[in-house]
């Protein structure tokens, strides 16, 4: 598994490169993953003097949980104190 890291400081971006997989499922099954560095990665580049490490995981949502850019998701809820429901806002819900 190679993953690239690059730093253009000039244009203050971070550029990650590693290899699209075939998509399978998450372990929970909400999403399908596209492509992974498997946990911690180090690479050439260097910030600062120190060697730059970075972990990637690239996935889109299974079913109905997929959102565009200002579209807003279904409100999610969990159970609170004594069973009721409690909606907790994500940042797509606000606005």
């Known amino acids: 598994m190679s993953i690239s890291i690059q730093i253009d400081k000039a244009k203050k971006i971070v550029i990650i490169k590693l290899p699209l997989e ?7 099954g909400k999403t399908e993953l596209l492509a992974s560095s ?3 990665q180090s690479s050439e580049a260097r910030y ?3 060697v730059v490490t970075a ?4 996935f889109i949502f ?4 997929t959102t565009s850019i200002g ?3 279904k409100p999610k809820s969990k159970p609170g104190r004594k069973g009721k429901l409690i909606h907790m806002e994500s940042e797509s819900d606000e606005e």
């Not at 075939?22 to 929970?28: D, H, N």
């Not at 972990?55 to 690239?58: E, K, Q, R």
Request: hydrophobic share 10%; with cysteine.
């Open 22 to 28: 075939k998509a399978r499922p998450s372990s929970t």
């Open 38 to 40: 498997h946990g911690c």
């Open 48 to 50: 600062r003097g120190r």
């Open 55 to 58: 972990t990637v995981n690239v």
């Open 62 to 65: 299974r079913d109905h949980q």
């Open 71 to 73: 579209e807003k998701s």
